[in-house]
Antibody, heavy 125, light 111 residues
Framework: QVQLQESGPGLVKPSQTLSLTCSVS??????????WTWIRQQPGKGLEWIGS???????HYNPSLTSRIIVSRDTSKNHYSLSLSSVTAADTAVYYC?????????????????WGQGSLVTVSS | QSALTQPASVSGSPGQSITISCTGS?????????VSWYQQHPGKAPKVMIY???ERPSGVSDRFSGSKSGNTASLTISGLQAEDEADYYC???????????FGGGTKLTVL
């Protein structure tokens, strides 16, 4: 049974870089047709896809965030990471990592299961 | 502003059925059978209830069903139970530029 767990600082200063890691257990991030994904939820708001990295290392990013995002992976540690630069208060959110199932026709993530428990990151000075 | 439009809230009494709609466009829902639905209880991570429009993951009650017509997908919950009270989000493949689109979410209240 695959399980995901987010980790990282809960407080980041404006203009700095937010960094989170998702540790995966029960399965390899370089196996299977999956996209290892970051999704966030601002307080009281809906879900927003941030970006994904595939089993082969291919990345896809939300067009509205692409200039500030890097999603990377460390297969030796079986974890993947999110780096979001130049953060503002609008980036305050619960950040979830989730496994995305690949759409064969397009090699992008489709539906997401399982999810991590979420990590609240607050941007404030 | 979400790419997919959901009603902000719906409600129903125990035992009744409710339907939540999710309206997109010919670029997403209308072109692909790649709609998923998620249930989120307060303070918890979302849980997939439906994928590929109408498929149910193992362990999800058959009271939950999905369908699609044109640019609109729907989630139907039959035999409403108190535990169904939660927020529900739709999600669709958004095409080669958007990739993943979520709806704004619908709060289901069980009266």
């Amino acid at each position: 049974q695959v399980q995901l767990q987010e980790s990282g600082p809960g407080l980041v200063k404006p203009s700095q870089t937010l960094s989170l890691t998702c540790s995966v257990s029960g399965g390899s991030i370089s196996g299977g047709a999956y996209f290892w994904t970051w999704i966030r939820q601002q307080p009281g708001k809906g879900l927003e896809w941030i970006g994904s990295i595939s089993y082969s290392g291919r990345t896809h990013y939300n067009p509205s965030l692409t200039s500030r995002i890097i999603v990377s992976r460390d297969t030796s540690k079986n974890h993947y990471s999110l780096s979001l630069s130049s953060v503002t208060a609008a980036d305050t959110a619960v950040y979830y990592c989730a496994r995305g199932v690949e759409i064969p026709i397009a090699s992008v993530p489709n539906w997401f299961d399982p999810w991590g428990q979420g990590s609240l990151v607050t941007v404030s000075s | 502003q979400s790419a997919l439009t959901q009603p902000a809230s719906v409600s129903g009494s125990p035992g009744q059925s409710i339907t939540i709609s999710c309206t997109g466009s010919s670029s997403d829902i209308g072109s692909y059978n790649l709609v998923s639905w998620y249930q989120q209880h307060p303070g918890k991570a979302p849980k997939v209830m439906i994928y590929e429009v109408s498929e149910r993951p193992s362990g999800v009650s058959d009271r939950f069903s999905g369908s699609k017509s044109g640019n609109t997908a729907s989630l139907t919950i039959s035999g409403l139970q108190a535990e169904d009270e939660a927020d529900y989000y739709c999600c669709s493949y958004g095409g080669s530029s958007t990739y993943v689109a979520f709806g704004g979410g619908t709060k289901l209240t069980v009266l």
